[in-house]
């Protein structure tokens, strides 16, 4: 008797149409408004607060799923409701991530919760990886991590680049270089606390989509934290850093550990932007009439729109088997984790596209939300590594060689 079955558990139905009511009824009814003025929707993050969506002890339990699946089901939900507030609320998530793959448990319950304040008054974290000159190569990043012995602690120095949260958030969790000529090898991730003097974010970016999401550079100007604020602490540094200088290849890069954690649920993300379009195109074909009868009576809209749901179904399998992959330990063998994301951030351009299309004109017309989604979903080809970094990992993994 198989034990093989992709039905949900009653908790995670629940979940979703937990998620799916707050987009509904809170997230979609503002979308328009805080994409328009390019600002943080705090009052949405208090209201996920409120409600014990947006919280540590939330994304814990998301997390915290024997399946993996919990978490890009939430995260689909909401992007369904905006994109844009979706990564406000979202976005902390990568910090947490960050803190929980580089850093000791100690260390997760110090930071993690700071990150996120409580319903009262809710923080944000960010984590900080891209620069100006590194951003799919993050084996050449040029922040610099020093350490001071004689007062044990860390300097930080340079910039950050195209960073959610950056400057506004509580914690900022930084990858930096600590022996520059080890690459990828000799980097660590460091902890940036509250309030400390020498970090600053001057320039908040104006972008094309997921405007009410906050991205800026940040800048680290002789940025002191204390010793304890390195994830995983000194001695593991050292052992990893001997490891290497002998010649021994690391698991995984610092920033890349992360990434490969939370690349199924950033694809989750861009399904929910490519759902939502294909719903409104779908019921804008049924009702909108050209030539005597509705649109979606001529084959090539109803052929387009088969496709556009084809295609999200094809998205999310590959997600849900990559999230469920990475939560029971099973190997990337073939570029899983990646081949989600990939997957996910080309349908959801592709949908996006489609549903303008269908809707014509009125798709071109802010009048239409499909205009906003087709905006936001082409960052889905962009971080957290692009379309073709992705492609790369694959072609890498399945051929065993090291193509360039």
Same mark, same amino acid.
């Given at each position: 008797?198989?034990?093989?079955?992709?039905?949900?558990?009653?908790?995670?139905?629940?979940?979703?149409?937990?998620?799916?009511?707050?987009?509904?009824?809170?997230?979609?009814?503002?979308?328009?408004?805080?994409?328009?003025?390019?600002?943080?929707?705090?009052?949405?993050?208090?209201?996920?607060?409120?409600?014990?969506?947006?919280?540590?002890?939330?994304?814990?339990?998301?997390?915290?799923?024997?399946?993996?699946?919990?978490?890009?089901?939430?995260?689909?939900?909401?992007?369904?409701?905006?994109?844009?507030?979706?990564?406000?609320?979202?976005?902390?998530?990568?910090?947490?991530?960050?803190?929980?793959?580089?850093?000791?448990?100690?260390?997760?319950?110090?930071?993690?919760?700071?990150?996120?304040?409580?319903?009262?008054?809710?923080?944000?974290?960010?984590?900080?990886?891209?620069?100006?000159?590194?951003?799919?190569?993050?084996?050449?990043?040029?922040?610099?991590?020093?350490?001071?012995?004689?007062?044990?602690?860390?300097?930080?120095?340079?910039?950050?680049?195209?960073?959610?949260?950056?400057?506004?958030?509580?914690?900022?969790?930084?990858?930096?270089?600590?022996?520059?000529?080890?690459?990828?090898?000799?980097?660590?991730?460091?902890?940036?606390?509250?309030?400390?003097?020498?970090?600053?974010?001057?320039?908040?970016?104006?972008?094309?989509?997921?405007?009410?999401?906050?991205?800026?550079?940040?800048?680290?100007?002789?940025?002191?934290?204390?010793?304890?604020?390195?994830?995983?602490?000194?001695?593991?540094?050292?052992?990893?850093?001997?490891?290497?200088?002998?010649?021994?290849?690391?698991?995984?890069?610092?920033?890349?550990?992360?990434?490969?954690?939370?690349?199924?649920?950033?694809?989750?993300?861009?399904?929910?932007?490519? +759902?939502?379009?294909?719903?409104?195109?779908?019921?804008?074909?049924?009702?909108?009439?050209?030539?005597?009868?509705?649109?979606?009576?001529?084959?090539?809209?109803?052929?387009?729109?088969?496709?556009? +749901?084809?295609?999200?179904?094809?998205?999310?399998?590959?997600?849900?088997?990559?999230?469920?992959?990475?939560?029971?330990?099973?190997?990337?063998?073939?570029?899983?984790?990646?081949?989600?994301?990939?997957?996910?951030?080309?349908?959801?351009?592709?949908?996006?596209?489609?549903?303008?299309?269908?809707?014509?004109?009125?798709?071109?017309?802010?009048?239409?939300?499909?205009?906003?989604?087709?905006?936001?979903?082409?960052?889905?080809?962009?971080?957290?590594?692009?379309?073709?970094?992705?492609?790369?990992?694959?072609?890498?993994?399945?051929?065993?060689?090291?193509?360039?």
């Amino acid at each position: 008797m198989s034990g093989f079955s992709l039905e949900l558990s009653d908790e995670q139905r629940d979940l979703r149409d937990w998620v799916h009511g707050f987009a509904a009824e809170v997230v979609r009814p503002a979308a328009a408004e805080w994409d328009e003025r390019e600002e943080t929707p705090w009052p949405i993050i208090q209201e996920a607060a409120k409600i014990g969506l947006y919280s540590f002890d939330s994304i814990a339990t998301l997390f915290a799923d024997p399946t993996g699946l919990s978490l890009p089901i939430a995260s689909e939900e909401l992007f369904w409701g905006d994109a844009g507030i979706g990564l406000s609320i979202m976005g902390t998530s990568l910090a947490a991530a960050a803190i929980s793959s580089a850093g000791t448990p100690e260390q997760l319950f110090e930071w993690a919760p700071q990150c996120y304040g409580d319903a009262s008054d809710p923080k944000l974290g960010a984590f900080c990886v891209s620069e100006p000159g590194a951003g799919s190569d993050v084996s050449s990043l040029r922040v610099r991590a020093r350490y001071d012995e004689a007062k044990d602690e860390w300097v930080l120095n340079g910039q950050k680049a195209w960073i959610t949260n950056g400057g506004i958030a509580n914690i900022h969790v930084v990858v930096a270089s600590v022996e520059p000529e080890l690459k990828a090898r000799g980097q660590a991730t460091f902890v940036v606390p509250p309030n400390t003097p020498g970090l600053v974010a001057t320039k908040k970016i104006k972008k094309l989509g997921l405007r009410a999401s906050h991205t800026a550079d940040v800048f680290l100007d002789d940025v002191r934290v204390p010793g304890h604020c390195l994830l995983g602490g000194k001695e593991r540094l050292d052992e990893r850093l001997a490891r290497a200088r002998e010649g021994a290849s690391a698991k995984s890069q610092a920033a890349m550990a992360t990434f490969e954690r939370t690349r199924p649920t950033v694809g989750a993300q861009a399904i929910g932007i490519a +759902r939502a379009a294909y719903e409104y195109a779908l019921e804008y074909a049924k009702t909108r009439e050209a030539f005597g009868r509705p649109i979606i009576e001529n084959q090539a809209i109803a052929f387009a729109l088969a496709d556009m +749901r084809t295609e999200i179904d094809a998205a999310r399998l590959l997600i849900w088997r990559a999230a469920w992959m990475g939560k029971t330990g099973k190997r990337f063998e073939a570029g899983e984790g990646s081949m989600s994301k990939l997957k996910a951030g080309e349908v959801a351009v592709s949908v996006t596209e489609k549903a303008v299309q269908i809707l014509g004109g009125a798709g071109y017309s802010r009048e239409h939300p499909v205009e906003r989604m087709y905006r936001d979903s082409k960052i889905y080809t962009i971080f957290e590594g692009t379309s073709e970094i992705q492609r790369l990992v694959i072609a890498r993994a399945i051929s065993g060689m090291h193509i360039r």
